[in-house]
């Protein structure tokens, strides 16, 4: 599964290094694509319930599971988020990457950062003899320690976390991005989850489903209820980021569990971990 996970890593850094103004999000698919491919690898993204590409291309405010498009212009400052996955003798690589096409003005670049530093904080609770909300825990708790480290205000997207991985792209169990410690299963030594922070600029939102389907997006047209945060347009419709990795903490001779399908998107970063199947005990 690390072969895997680096075979994802290298399309990744591929896929950004050709993310330029004119460029458009099918060109940097035909990138992902080719890297995989040319690794003796399957891009698991491709046909996976239907989608249509090898990567998710969500640019600004796209959350999740964009669709590759000859359409899709990128243009000087966007935000894009590339998700991508592999499989090589049976094992899944899944990562993504978020970036700018060029500079990002300084707001965007909080909010990036912002989100890479909740990752690690996600990463550093993800420790044999921890709870699996422990990670959820770390990941809110840090969230709210960027907005004042940085002078932001973020929201915690509904719904979205991350997942375990191995033979399957989605296994068990979901991971939420926020939530009480102490509560799920205990982590051991040795096998994979997918730590997801997805974060949007401007407090809490919620999202909506797209014409096709697949992708989600901040509402944009009417203000939440009357007592609840106050409302503002997203500037300039970029509002999200994400980051994530694959982290190896269970033990690597446990047996697969059957994988249930959950709601959520893919890891961010590259995948740096070796991989075993998501086992995991109950307390």
Not at 149 to 172: A, F, K, N, T
Request: with cysteine; aromatic share 6%; net charge negative.
């Amino acid at each position: 599964m690390q072969a895997a996970g680096e075979i994802v890593g290298r399309a990744l850094v591929a896929v950004r290094d050709a993310a330029v103004p004119g460029a458009t999000t099918q060109d940097l698919n035909d990138v992902a694509h080719e890297v995989i491919t040319s690794a003796g690898a399957v891009p698991s993204f491709l046909g996976y319930e239907g989608f249509p590409a090898s990567v998710c291309a969500s640019v600004n405010e796209v959350i999740v599971h964009g669709i590759p498009s000859r359409e899709r212009v990128l243009s000087e400052g966007d935000l894009v988020s590339i998700d991508c996955g592999a499989i090589l003798d049976g094992w899944h690589g899944d990562s993504a990457l978020t970036f700018g096409v060029g500079k990002l003005s300084e707001e965007w670049e909080k909010l990036n950062v912002a989100t890479s530093e909740v990752l690690e904080a996600g990463i550093a609770a993800m420790v044999p003899g921890a709870r699996l909300t422990d990670i959820s825990h770390a990941l809110e708790q840090a969230t709210r320690a960027a907005e004042l480290r940085h002078d932001i205000e973020l929201g915690i997207v509904d719904g979205y976390g991350g997942h375990g991985i191995g033979r399957e792209m989605h296994m068990e169990p979901f991971l939420a991005n926020e939530g009480k410690p102490g509560k799920g299963p205990v982590i051991q030594e040795g096998s994979v989850l997918a730590i997801e922070p997805m974060l949007i600029l401007g407090g809490e939102w919620g999202s909506d489903e797209l014409d096709d389907g697949w992708p989600w997006s901040p509402p944009t047209a009417s203000p939440p209820p009357t007592g609840s945060t106050p409302w503002r347009p997203p500037p300039r419709g970029r509002a999200f980021s994400r980051r994530g990795r694959s982290i190896r903490r269970f033990p690597p001779e446990a047996p697969a569990r059957r994988s249930l399908p959950v709601r959520r998107s893919r890891a961010e970063g590259p995948s740096s971990s070796p991989a075993t199947p998501a086992e995991y005990h109950r307390g």
